[in-house]
């Protein structure tokens, strides 16, 4: 621990918690930020990447937020991954039109919490997917 608080080794960050969960450095691909997480994680992180693409076909996909950002005019939809769960990030609209059947989860206002020692629900992140894209493109008329 440094005099400011724990500074990592790799990168040189510092941080106010010792071992503080970070990803060391500026990850420039989708691919780089899965590859990045631990064994254990990536491959939820990439069904969720492959329920996105399939319920948004024509989103772009980049990083934003240092994060994996799907983007069709606009940011459509991001996720990442934490110590014990992995976040969506489809909007406050988002969360607010599906309370109902986030009623199992932690979210709020733009920020859904999947626990990763339960399974992910997939066919939920697609259903907001494909809501976000028909919110997206009534903005476009």
Known sequence: MTKEGWQCPQCGRVFARKNQNHTC????TVDAYIEAQPPEVRPVLQSIRETIRE???????????QMPTFWQGENLIHFAAFKKHVSLFPG?????AFA??????????????FPLDKP???ALI?????W???QVEGTKE
Request: hydrophobic share 40%.
């Open 100 to 113: 109902e059947q986030l009623k199992d989860y932690t979210f709020s206002k733009g920020t859904i919490r």
């Open 132 to 134: 976000r894209v028909v």
């Open 92 to 96: 406050g609209d988002a969360t607010a």
């Open 55 to 65: 319920a948004a076909p024509d989103a772009i996909e980049k990083m934003s937020w």
């Open 25 to 28: 450095g500026t990850l420039a």
């Open 126 to 130: 697609a259903q907001i997917t494909r």
């Open 120 to 122: 992910v629900d997939l």
